[in-house]
């Protein structure tokens, strides 16, 4: 780990494009679904940068000029994703596990707070073998507000007893740095994920890695 600081004993990530590479088969269930909808082709840009925006809310995101349906736009592409995922390869980024014990090594305290849905959360943590490390997993079924509203992360630390200026927000896109920074909590932006760099910047992280090692831990 490149980083070594005082007072950070608490991490809350993200899931998609920070622990876990999800990014092919999210790419391929987003244009699965904008083709079925037959709605107007985007680049690989755009797509990624809904992801870390809930699914319920991602159409319109996606397309804020038209009068689509947010509820139509994420039922097509959960029917999509779970016909894509069953041949996906996924995996963790390097580092991720190794840090992440090491982390847990140290005494420090580990969360999660994803757009993902709880039960698909759940289901990757189980098959990594790493449910059991985190203190708590808020996923968007978790809370009435997602990302970049800071609800994920207060909920986590108003859970836990958690204080913000005791916790680094991890994660891969501006919706995840806008979060952690609106909760108070310091913030560290990971490059290698779905988030691109101008985006990632005008969020403001308080760090920013290249690499999952790298992150920033107590001593």
Not at 9 to 26: K, P, R
Not at 56 to 78: C, H, M, Q, V, W
Not at 147 to 164: F, I, M, N, R, S
Not at 190 to 204: H, K, P
Request: glycine letters at 8%.
């Amino acid at each position: 780990m490149g980083f070594y600081m005082m007072k950070i004993m608490n991490y809350i990530f993200d899931f998609d494009g920070t622990l876990m590479d999800t990014s092919g088969v999210i790419l391929s269930t987003i244009k699965a679904t904008i083709k079925d909808m037959g709605l107007p082709e985007k680049t690989d840009e755009e797509c990624r940068s809904i992801i870390g925006i809930r699914t319920d809310e991602a159409g319109r995101y996606l397309y804020p000029d038209l009068d689509i349906s947010n509820k139509e736009f994420a039922k097509t592409f959960r029917a999509n994703y779970d016909r894509l995922q069953k041949d996906a390869k996924e995996k963790p980024f390097p580092g991720v596990i190794e840090t992440l014990r090491e982390l847990r090594s140290a005494g420090c305290r580990l969360a999660i707070a994803s757009s993902r849905r709880l039960v698909s959360l759940n289901d990757y943590l189980d098959k990594l073998g790493i449910k059991e490390w985190f203190d708590i997993v808020v996923g968007a079924d978790s809370v009435s507000k997602g990302k970049p509203d800071p609800e994920p992360v207060l909920t986590v630390l108003k859970t836990l007893g958690w204080k913000a200026d005791e916790t680094l927000v991890v994660g891969d896109a501006d919706v995840d740095i806008m979060m952690g920074n609106a909760a108070g909590c310091k913030t560290c932006a990971v490059t290698y994920g779905n988030g691109s760099m101008a985006s990632l910047n005008a969020a403001r992280p308080y760090y920013k890695i290249d690499n999952f090692k790298e992150l920033p831990i107590s001593i």
